[in-house]
């Protein structure tokens, strides 16, 4: 399984992205993708998770100005960034697991499932 993540670039304060992610290989219909971040000198952190009935969850600091989609018949996975703040500058990446009984595990809650597929990830600078 290949993860490949795209739309990263600079933007300032206030400005919006959209991030996406394709995945390609052996992935089925029930195949989960999340989004993390990790800004320069901090801990990789969870910012969102789409389930398989197309709940969402976000992290806090993201929550009402992220959104994360799923095209699960073209297999990729979008995050739009809305009202960016300089605190969302970071890397971004997309991982991804085999759906869990059909259900995808939430990486808000669920901080200790280890996502087997990682993208290479997409810089987001927020900076005026």
């Known amino acids: 399984v290949q993860l490949v993540e795209s739309g990263g670039g600079l933007v300032q304060p206030g400005g919006s992205l959209k991030l996406s992610c394709a995945a390609s290989g052996n992935t089925d219909n029930f195949f989960c993708m999340a989004w993390f971040r990790q800004a320069p000198g901090k801990k990789r952190e969870a910012v969102a998770g789409?389930?398989?009935?197309?709940?969402?969850s976000y992290s806090d600091s993201v929550k009402g100005r992220f959104t994360i989609s799923q095209d699960r018949v073209k297999k990729v996975s979008y995050l739009q960034m809305n009202s960016l703040k300089p605190d969302d500058t970071g890397t971004y990446f997309c991982a991804g697991t085999p759906g869990l009984s059909l259900e995808c595990p939430d990486p808000i809650t669920q901080i200790e499932y280890e996502y087997p597929y990682w993208g290479q990830g997409t810089q987001v600078t927020v900076s005026s």
């Open positions: 789409v389930d398989t009935d197309d709940t969402t």
